[in-house]
């Protein structure tokens, strides 16, 4: 080997030994940067025609495993979901009061028990109805209360989805961005380790918002693709595309996050045809989706069933109780019934007339079995009551009065042949005595059977969207009634495009129920909107179907307020239908209307879609279940967390930064250094001894 080339060697080697310096001082400054993954110079064997010729300096390679890499972008994912799940359904559960508060809507639905009680004792009577009333009013304010609580929850979870997607779209523009810069240097042979570090930074913060699936490309760009394969990055930019974003308002339905491809200038330009829907995207945007479409809004629907088996189970008791001295008249609520309609009752009730001491005017026992109509049955009553008292029937309201000053009206149900539609007796179907309203809807299952008219105009449409479990939305109908009869109703919403997923049918009750497929087991209606007005009466299709939970009137439920303020208008007594004219028919000491609800306060109540059961089984399965879901979902977030601590450690623990090695890295590349210094020291004296000789 001649002198040249061993001082070209020597030259090459003190390049490397610099170069590989240099990485080592540039990872130990970066030893604390998230993300950093070390360097290290990549050296070759120069070799000149069959001869090794020193060494070849290449560009710094970034030390990492690609699999720790995507590792760490999946787990990320699953991480950001469990964690906005678990923060949201802990500030559920917060609402719900600690257990054994008093405060809590356990308390007061126990505390309604323990009222009822009390009504069975005649000491302090006054007092005891008003702590019943009161217990009552506490309820259902704390049943409205926790609704408003989740539509709030709601509210900001979209708000959140709105900033998600704000910060999505940074992302994407920026591993865009670094995408591009990777691919220049990698095609200039420069090193794009440092471009690539940030890259990486990036899509771990991505991968915690949404769920994606990183794919390398030979150019050392990537792919990015959702969980169900849309693209969200390739060589061209994509933007996500949310018309509600920002605006955070609570609405039955939001729209869909569209996909969209952006334009050089930053503008949106067309649709890609993908779009997000559900919770399978994944990520912190896959949980507020969850959260927002089917947690909540399924919460909020079971609070509705509870508000409305609460008011069935008190309004039983009290019509089948009254007050005493009775109600000069009893005002019935709208039903969604006209005069003309089927009556449809079996069994038979006693109305009767008293003085205000409980004295029998007038009664009569009326047996509705062979009746035709409504308007029949009020008939019957003022043939019966012959001019002591009037019914009339106006609007879907039936009202009866006493028609002397001083009297009142009473009612009974047989006791051998009970009156009954849709399984509740007459004068609950009508609310002539209820303790518990609500505008927005009757109260009582409807009765109506496919053959009734449906009595909904031309023009008068229902906004209807099914979705599946994870709330995805999976197709829409509105409902513009057509035909005549409820059959012709249930044969549209068969034959519309919720018929795919399930089939609708009309219970014994006049409940309109949907049973879906079992490849969408869990799939639920919601209403959107609903501008039907059946003959005018005020009860619209989604108050008389019972389609949802959030049509069961909980808006507008409150006690009736002439019982909240008067304690004596409390139905405690009831009717004694055994005694003739003249004699006393009502006690003031009777209290066997509040023996009536504590009896029907543990009897099981129908809950349409919810099943069957009392309400403390409903209301304890309710609250516990959020309870659960609340700490399954800090669990999962607990593990979920460590599993992605635990894959960041093992990629740092690959391609971080050790101090400790890159020390003995550095003592190597010095004595490198060093030897590469003493061989083209000892080259130099070579050359100086070879001149002297020439001399």
């Given amino acids: 080997m001649s002198l040249n080339e061993i001082l070209?060697?020597?030259?090459?080697?003190?390049?490397?030994?610099?170069?590989?310096?240099?990485?080592?001082?540039?990872?130990?400054?970066?030893?604390?940067?998230?993300?950093?993954?070390?360097?290290?110079?990549?050296?070759?064997?120069?070799?000149?025609?069959?001869?090794?010729?020193?060494?070849?300096?290449?560009?710094?390679?970034?030390?990492?495993?690609?699999?720790?890499?995507?590792?760490?972008?999946?787990?990320?994912?699953?991480?950001?979901?469990?964690?906005?799940?678990?923060?949201?359904?802990?500030?559920?559960?917060?609402?719900?009061?600690?257990?054994?508060?008093?405060?809590?809507?356990?308390?007061?639905?126990?505390?309604?028990?323990?009222?009822?009680?009390?009504?069975?004792?005649?000491?302090?009577?006054?007092?005891?109805?008003?702590?019943?009333?009161?217990?009552?009013?506490?309820?259902?304010?704390?049943?409205?209360?926790?609704?408003?609580?989740?539509?709030?929850?709601?509210?900001?979870?979209?708000?959140?989805?709105?900033?998600?997607v704000e910060r999505t779209n940074g992302l994407l523009s920026r591993v865009y961005e670094l995408n591009n810069e990777v691919a220049r240097l990698q095609g200039l042979g420069k090193s794009p380790a440092g471009a690539i570090d940030q890259r990486v930074a990036a899509l771990e913060e991505l991968s915690t918002l949404?769920?994606?699936?990183?794919?390398?490309?030979?150019?050392?760009?990537?792919?990015?693709?959702?969980?169900?394969?849309?693209?969200?990055?390739?060589?061209?930019?994509?933007?996500?595309?949310?018309?509600?974003?920002?605006?955070?308002?609570?609405?039955?339905?939001?729209?869909?996050?569209?996909?969209?491809?952006?334009?050089?200038?930053?503008?949106?330009?067309?649709?890609?045809?993908?779009?997000?829907?559900?919770?399978?995207?994944?990520?912190?945007?896959?949980?507020?989706?969850?959260?927002?479409?089917?947690?909540?809004?399924?919460?909020?629907?079971?609070?509705?069933?509870?508000?409305?088996?609460?008011?069935?189970?008190?309004?039983?008791?009290?019509?089948?109780?009254?007050?005493?001295?009775?109600?000069?008249?009893?005002?019935?609520?709208?039903?969604?019934?006209?005069?003309?309609?089927?009556?449809?009752?079996?069994?038979?009730?006693?109305?009767?007339?008293?003085?205000?001491?409980?004295?029998?005017?007038?009664?009569?026992?009326?047996?509705?079995s062979g009746m035709a109509t409504v308007d029949d049955a009020v008939a019957a009553i003022n043939a019966g009551l012959g001019g002591a008292g009037t019914a009339t029937f106006a609007d879907g309201k039936l009202v009866i009065a006493a028609s002397a000053s001083g009297n009142g009206v009473a009612l009974a149900q047989d006791e051998a042949n009970p009156s009954s539609r849709a399984g509740v007796g007459f004068s609950q179907y009508f609310g002539l005595n209820d303790l518990i309203r609500s505008k927005d809807s009757p109260l009582v299952p409807s009765g109506f059977v496919g053959t009734d008219p449906h009595g909904f105009a031309p023009g008068q449409t229902t906004d209807i969207v099914l979705r599946d479990a994870s709330g995805r939305s999976l197709t829409k109908f509105t409902l513009s009634p057509a035909g005549t009869t409820f059959n012709d109703l249930v044969g549209q919403l068969n034959a519309s495009p919720l018929a795919d997923y399930g089939d609708f049918a009309l219970d014994s009750k006049g409940r309109i129920q949907f049973q879906p497929d079992a490849a969408v087991s869990g799939a639920s209606l919601t209403i959107v909107s609903d501008s039907t007005d059946r003959l005018g009466t005020g009860q619209s299709f989604s108050a008389l179907s019972a389609l949802t939970g959030a049509s069961m009137g909980l808006g507008t439920g409150q006690v009736r307020p002439d019982i909240g303020m008067n304690a004596a208008l409390m139905p405690l007594a009831r009717l004694q239908t055994n005694v003739a004219v003249g004699e006393r028919a009502l006690g003031q000491s009777d209290l066997r209307g509040g023996t009536g609800f504590v009896e029907e306060l543990a009897k099981l109540v129908d809950f349409g879609s919810g099943g069957v059961a009392t309400l403390e089984r409903f209301s304890g399965l309710l609250l516990g279940g959020a309870g659960t879901e609340a700490a399954q979902a800090t669990e999962a977030f607990e593990d979920a967390s460590a599993r992605r601590d635990d894959a960041v450690n093992r990629r740092d623990g690959f391609s971080g930064v050790s101090i400790d090695e890159e020390l003995a890295q550095m003592v190597v590349l010095q004595n490198s250094y060093s030897a590469a210094a003493r061989v083209i020291s000892t080259a130099t004296e070579m050359y100086d001894t070879l001149i002297n000789m020439v001399r």
Wanted: zero cysteines; glycine letters at 12%; aromatic letters at 4%.
């Fill in 8 to 164: 070209g060697s020597a030259i090459s080697g003190l390049n490397a030994s610099q170069s590989g310096l240099r990485s080592v001082s540039n990872n130990i400054a970066n030893v604390g940067t998230a993300g950093y993954a070390r360097e290290r110079v990549g050296l070759t064997t120069a070799v000149t025609n069959g001869r090794v010729n020193g060494v070849i300096v290449g560009e710094p390679e970034r030390v990492a495993d690609r699999f720790l890499e995507l590792s760490v972008y999946k787990r990320s994912g699953d991480m950001g979901q469990s964690e906005v799940t678990a923060s949201y359904m802990d500030r559920l559960q917060a609402f719900l009061g600690e257990p054994g508060s008093e405060s809590g809507l356990p308390a007061r639905l126990d505390a309604i028990s323990a009222s009822a009680v009390r009504l069975t004792s005649g000491q302090a009577a006054n007092q005891n109805v008003a702590a019943f009333v009161g217990d009552v009013e506490d309820a259902i304010t704390s049943i409205r209360r926790l609704d408003g609580d989740v539509s709030s929850l709601r509210t900001d979870v979209e708000s959140e989805v709105g900033y998600t």
């Fill in 210 to 368: 949404v769920k994606v699936s990183v794919r390398d490309q030979p150019d050392g760009r990537v792919i990015l693709e959702t969980p169900q394969g849309a693209t969200l990055l390739d060589r061209r930019l994509r933007q996500l595309d949310y018309s509600s974003a920002g605006t955070g308002v609570a609405q039955p339905v939001y729209p869909s996050i569209g996909i969209r491809f952006a334009e050089s200038n930053g503008t949106l330009g067309a649709a890609t045809g993908d779009k997000i829907d559900s919770a399978a995207i994944g990520g912190k945007l896959g949980g507020l989706i969850d959260l927002r479409d089917r947690a909540l809004p399924q919460f909020a629907d079971k609070l509705g069933q509870l508000f409305g088996g609460l008011a069935q189970t008190l309004n039983a008791a009290a019509n089948a109780g009254t007050a005493v001295p009775p109600p000069a008249r009893l005002d019935g609520r709208p039903t969604g019934v006209v005069g003309t309609d089927r009556l449809g009752f079996t069994g038979a009730a006693t109305f009767a007339v008293t003085k205000s001491n409980g004295d029998l005017v007038a009664k009569t026992t009326i047996d509705f």
